[in-house]
């Protein structure tokens, strides 16, 4: 059976108000463990991780609260669609984006899950700070102002 030439890099899910609710410092690509029907899934495009974050359980990393819905076609071995699922990572990687954490204020929020080059699923975590009301006001304020400005300066020329 020849390879189907599938996109690169093709996202499946983003978590558009990870940008908005928090302050990025720092990302990292991580794999995912999945089983058959999820993987299955995620390729016709459905998973939904707005509401998902990462927390460790075990001194192993796991992705709680992503939502990837049951495979139509698959009946009795069939997954649970909001399970905990382990995220694979190096353990210096891990070492360090949980001391981050620890810390304090910090938290890990996935960006986006996606297949790489290889056919491989992946997720894009962030060590992230969370945003104070004032802070997304400013941020949309000096957007609103950058394309003011850019409408502006494409206008006059």
Same mark, same amino acid.
């Given at each position: 059976?020849?390879?189907?030439? %599938?996109?690169?890099?093709? /996202?499946?899910?983003?978590?558009?108000? @990870? %940008?908005?609710?928090?302050?990025?410092?720092?990302?990292?690509?991580?794999?995912?463990?999945?089983?058959?029907?999820?993987? /299955?899934?995620?390729?016709?495009?459905?998973?939904?991780?707005?509401?998902?974050?990462?927390?460790?359980?075990?001194?192993?990393?796991?992705?709680?609260?992503?939502?990837?819905?049951?495979?139509?076609?698959?009946?009795?071995?069939?997954?649970?669609?909001?399970?905990?699922?382990?995220?694979?990572?190096?353990?210096?990687?891990?070492?360090?984006?949980?001391?981050?954490?620890?810390?304090?204020?910090?938290?890990?929020?996935?960006?986006?899950?996606?297949?790489?080059?290889?056919?491989?699923?992946?997720?894009?975590?962030?060590?992230?700070?969370?945003?104070?009301?004032?802070?997304?006001? @400013?941020?949309?304020?000096?957007?609103?102002?950058? %394309?003011?400005?850019?409408?502006?300066?494409?206008?006059?020329?």
């Amino acid at each position: 059976m020849a390879k189907k030439d %599938r996109p690169a890099g093709r /996202k499946i899910a983003l978590n558009r108000k @990870a %940008r908005r609710n928090y302050f990025i410092e720092e990302t990292l690509e991580v794999g995912i463990v999945l089983t058959g029907t999820e993987v /299955k899934t995620l390729r016709g495009g459905q998973a939904s991780i707005a509401e998902a974050y990462a927390s460790e359980r075990d001194g192993e990393l796991y992705l709680v609260n992503a939502t990837i819905p049951e495979y139509k076609n698959a009946n009795r071995a069939n997954h649970e669609p909001h399970r905990p699922r382990k995220l694979l990572l190096h353990k210096r990687q891990l070492a360090k984006f949980l001391a981050r954490v620890r810390s304090g204020g910090m938290t890990i929020v996935p960006l986006s899950l996606y297949f790489n080059e290889r056919g491989r699923a992946k997720v894009e975590l962030a060590l992230a700070k969370g945003k104070k009301l004032y802070d997304k006001r @400013a941020t949309e304020k000096s957007r609103d102002w950058s %394309r003011q400005k850019a409408r502006l300066m494409r206008d006059k020329g």
